[in-house]
């Protein structure tokens, strides 16, 4: 049985033997935004901080948006960011 020296070695020669490149270029998004609900970027703070940003791309009032966003509990919260930025942005939960 290999040490895990050994088997990191073996790795990387067989990444490097078969081209298998682990690191790639970005690549431009295509498609509408998708926001996990079910991770951290699904926190009331950061849908928030996602639609001050959007907001001020798309030159709309942030300071309105977010108070309609506090305005209620987190399913209100939910309706008023889809009501904003669904054209553009899937929500998942």
Do not use: C
């Amino acid at each position: 049985m290999r040490g895990n020296d050994e088997f990191e070695y073996f790795n990387d020669e067989w990444n490097i033997k078969n081209n298998k490149v682990m690191i790639r270029e970005k690549q431009a998004q295509t498609g509408p935004i998708v926001i996990d609900l079910t991770g951290p970027d699904g926190n009331s703070f950061a849908l928030m901080g996602y639609a001050k940003r959007f907001a001020k791309q798309l030159n709309f009032d942030s300071k309105d948006i977010i108070s309609q966003m506090m305005s209620g509990d987190y399913e209100h919260l939910l309706e008023v960011f889809d009501k904003n930025f669904g054209d553009f942005v899937i929500l998942e939960r």
